[in-house]
């Protein structure tokens, strides 16, 4: 399987730094192009079908954490450059698997890399799980990588 584009999903957790390390790896072994991708929550945020009517001071957040969380991209993309030149940035906003999985398909992606709490019990059931949407719907093979945290 000749894989072309990684997409390696950044949730800015000590978790993903496992994931993110498999992802460059397997980007440098085929040659491949790193997609590194971050979704902002929007159902954290309110929502996003009245976005117009939002009060000011919640429209100044949702931009404020998009801002720090470009940044925060922008950071992860600097460590792979190091390794990896063809590292690419993407900010999306929404469900995150439901993202994801959009994103992966639309850009026609390889494979999927992604990290996992590795959450059980009532935590997880509360919380759910990213990783495990993903799996469940992606097209595409995906790659959870447990921290060892």
Known sequence: MAMKKILFCADFSENSVPARSKA??????????????????????????FENQLPVDLALLERNIQEGAQTELEGIAAECRKKLPSAHTFLLTG??????????????????????????????????????????????PVLTVRSPQ
């Open 24 to 49: 460059v790896e397997f980007a440098k072994a085929f040659g491949a192009e790193l997609l590194i991708v971050h979704v902002v929550n929007s159902r954290l945020l309110g929502y996003p079908s």
């Open 95 to 140: 469900a995150p698997a439901e993202e994801i999985v959009r994103f992966a398909e639309d850009q026609s992606v390889d494979v999927i890399v992604m990290g996992t709490h590795g959450w059980t019990g009532i935590r997880h059931l509360i919380l759910g799980s990213t990783a495990e949407n993903v799996v469940r719907t992606a097209k595409c």
